[in-house]
């Protein structure tokens, strides 16, 4: 594995913790938090997973469209709908006037297991 990708998944497993804790917080949980960071560790995996195949990727948060540079016949596309769905929460609840619910918190969670999932079995890990 290349020195790159391996940070690119050390910054994701971080974020994963992290939206982990956010979550089962018992005082104060930071759902907002919970749904940035699960969106932040799907970001990092695809990067890792480009980066290991040395395909350029942009500077970008939008999941679907770093999805777009992974080869279709490797079945991400199934999580499609999920990538765009977490994208949004890398902006949306960061400012005031919207905030994530427990069960929005849950669902970013989700998906970012399915997204985590699919690309560490990508890399064999």
Same mark, same amino acid.
């Given at each position: 594995?290349?020195?790159?990708?391996?940070?690119?998944?050390?910054?994701?497993?971080?974020?994963?913790?992290?939206?982990?804790?956010?979550?089962?917080?018992?005082?104060?949980?930071?759902?907002?938090?919970?749904?940035?960071?699960?969106?932040?560790?799907?970001?990092?995996? !695809?990067? *890792? +997973?480009?980066? /290991?195949?040395?395909? $350029?990727?942009?500077?970008?948060?939008?999941?679907?469209?770093?999805? =777009?540079?992974?080869?279709?016949?490797?079945?991400?596309?199934?999580?499609?709908?999920?990538?765009?769905? !977490?994208? *949004? +929460?890398?902006? /949306?609840?960061?400012? $005031?006037?919207?905030?994530?619910?427990?069960?929005?918190?849950?669902? =970013?969670?989700?998906?970012?297991?399915?997204?985590?999932?699919?690309?560490?079995?990508?890399?064999?890990?």
């Amino acid at each position: 594995m290349r020195g790159a990708t391996a940070e690119w998944i050390e910054k994701a497993e971080g974020d994963f913790v992290s939206a982990q804790r956010e979550f089962r917080a018992r005082k104060l949980p930071n759902y907002d938090a919970a749904c940035f960071f699960a969106q932040q560790c799907a970001e990092k995996y !695809l990067k *890792a +997973y480009l980066q /290991e195949q040395d395909l $350029p990727f942009p500077k970008t948060h939008d999941l679907v469209r770093l999805l =777009a540079r992974i080869p279709p016949s490797l079945g991400l596309s199934t999580l499609r709908s999920d990538m765009s769905i !977490l994208t *949004a +929460y890398a902006t /949306e609840f960061r400012y $005031p006037g919207e905030s994530a619910s427990k069960e929005t918190a849950r669902e =970013a969670l989700a998906f970012c297991k399915a997204i985590r999932s699919e690309i560490r079995n990508l890399l064999s890990l």
